[in-house]
């Protein structure tokens, strides 16, 4: 079982910079692959990045490469979302969330990939 608390939304300025974590519960984490969502009002959740569990693999959309950067710090049970350069279209509620399965290399991209989720933190970038 893992428990996920994000923190770091807010209001900001386009160009501005945030800085999203999640902090994690369990002495499993290390064996999670991590993603961030988000979703804004009327749209599906979409995927935003991943880090693998073995740290070394990230993956991201292409709106945000280049901008957003994903890390880990295992010791401390969290993960985190750089984010630079932000955009209006960057306002969405974000998530962060646990794969379904320990160890995993399989799909990484989906919401039903993921068997554990945070409550969200809201970001809006004004223009």
């Known amino acids: 079982q893992v428990h996920l608390v994000e923190s770091g939304g807010g209001l900001v300025q386009a160009g501005g910079s945030l800085r999203l974590s999640c902090a994690a519960s369990?002495?499993?984490?290390?064996?999670?692959?991590m993603g961030w969502f988000r979703q804004a009002p009327g749209k599906e959740r979409e995927f935003v990045a991943v880090?693998?569990?073995?740290?070394?693999?990230?993956y991201y959309v292409d709106s945000v490469k280049g901008r957003f950067t994903i890390s880990r710090d295992n010791a401390e049970n969290t993960v985190y979302l750089q984010m630079n350069s932000l955009k209006p279209e960057d306002t969405a509620v974000y998530y962060c969330?646990?794969?379904?399965?320990?160890?995993?290399?399989?799909?990484?991209?989906?919401?039903?990939?993921?068997?554990?989720w945070g409550q969200g933190t809201q970001v809006t970038v004004s223009s």
């Open positions: 880090i693998s569990w073995t740290v070394s693999n990230t």
């Open positions: 369990g002495r499993t984490f290390s064996s999670y692959t």
């Open positions: 969330a646990a794969h379904k399965l320990p160890y995993s290399t399989s799909s990484y991209y989906r919401p039903v990939d993921y068997g554990y």
